[in-house]
């Protein structure tokens, strides 16, 4: 079985502080990793992924990701926030084998404030 | 760039209506998704179609049917609305019909049932 945990519910953070979005996962096999953005009203959008190499990918708008192995994480991190960056954002697990599925967390509120 | 058109944007029901929502995607991909979305619970997979006229269950998928007529198109019925049910239903498609593949989402329908 495969699982997703996102420990953060919600994340309120200052304009132009840092932001450090957690993702724990769990799977045996190799893993395939997304972070996924939800604006109000609207569906999700890829911010950025993983499938091997470099553990740090780089995303648009800014964000990038580390991926741990050893720690079965894949955080997620800004430099900088802006306003517009308030959004509710997903860590998703993918296997090789659609059969499978997709795995989401259960996503991470971030409320960036002026 | 391609989009994906969800209608109808809002729907509201009565208890034990039968209720149909459509997707239209012109990024010309192979493989469709239906997802709901509950506050709380992340994202949960009804149905997919790799192809025309292909459909295969998910997790979710009891208390509704799909159908894949054209490539282009995906609609989700519920066969019997619950009452006092609300939640979002997400439709996305991806290039591919197997492995790690990045999704793209509609802005999604928002159902509420009387």
Known sequence: AQSVTQPDARVTVSEGASLQLRCKYSYSGTPYLFWYVQYPRQGLQLLLKYYSGDPVVQGVNGFEAEFSKSNSSFHLRKASVHWSDSAVYFCVLSSNNYAQGLTFGLGTRVSVFP | ????????????????????????????????????????????????????NDLQKGD???????????????????????????????????????????????????????
């Open chain 2, 1 to 52: 760039g391609g989009i994906i058109t969800q209608t109808p944007k809002f729907l509201i029901g009565q208890e034990g209506q039968k209720l149909t929502l459509k997707c239209q995607q012109n990024f010309n991909h192979d493989t469709m998704y239906w997802y709901r979305q509950d506050s709380g619970k992340g994202l949960r997979l009804i149905y997919y179609s790799i192809t025309e």
């Open chain 2, 60 to 114: 979710l998928s009891e208390g509704y049917d799909a159908s894949r007529e054209k490539k282009s198109s995906f609609s989700l019925t519920v066969t019997s609305a619950q009452k006092n049910e609300m939640a979002v239903f997400l439709c996305a498609s991806s290039a591919g019909t197997g492995g790690p593949e990045t999704l793209y989402f509609g802005s999604g329908t928002r159902l509420t049932v009387l």
